[in-house]
């Protein structure tokens, strides 16, 4: 098994945030470094982590984090397989004013499943009305789950591109995407059938 996660930065290592030195990067790390670039890398080592609550823990200090980093990671941290860190991360990016919606409609584009529902889920809670358009990609998306939280979404952001995105998603094979559209549509629709 690898020690890195044990080893001591350098003395000549500059380490931006105690997060990062408990991780324990090898080398030092660019102040000047892309964020994403450092989110990806952080997300990484975070993989790595076996204990359940460390990785936790963890989560919680870059949550906490002001550093330029720590958005990108929440984002990166949607792809994550346990459900405790992807909910982590979505409870912490609807509440953030700096929330990339761009990143999170990226997000919708790529797999795994659980990742664009959890983006799904952000998107919900902010409704805006200019990512109805990036919700559509995911309309068609072999995931009921995925399929079923687009409806939720698009029921909350509203607007005439998400009735008709709805109206579509009232017709899918899956009993639970019906529902969650048809409660979507009463949501977005002024006028209501009996």
């Not at 958005?71 to 994550?80: C, N, S």
């Not at 509203?158 to 019906?178: I, N, Q, T």
């Amino acid at each position: 098994m690898v020690k890195f996660l044990r080893r001591q930065p350098s003395e000549e290592s500059e380490v931006p945030d105690p997060l990062l030195s408990e991780l324990a990067f090898p080398r030092p790390l660019d102040p000047e470094a892309d964020p994403r670039q450092l989110a990806r890398e952080i997300a990484h080592k975070l993989e790595i982590i076996q204990s359940r609550s460390k990785k936790i823990r963890l989560l919680q200090a870059a949550a906490e984090s002001d550093a330029a980093w720590s958005t990108p990671l929440l984002v990166e941290l949607l792809g994550d397989p346990t459900e405790e860190v992807r909910d982590i991360a979505v409870r912490e990016l609807i509440t953030r004013e700096d929330c990339p919606l761009d990143d999170l409609c990226e997000r919708l584009t790529r797999p795994p499943w659980f990742s664009k529902s959890a983006a799904l889920r952000i998107l919900a809670a902010k409704r805006s009305r200019s990512t109805a358009r990036a919700v559509r990609a995911v309309v068609e998306d072999t995931n009921a789950d995925v399929r079923r939280s687009a409806a939720v979404a698009l029921g909350e952001i509203g607007g005439a591109e998400a009735r008709a995105l709805l109206v579509r998603l009232a017709k899918d094979k899956s009993p639970y995407v019906r529902a969650a559209a048809v409660a979507g549509l009463d949501k977005v629709c002024e006028f209501k059938f009996i």
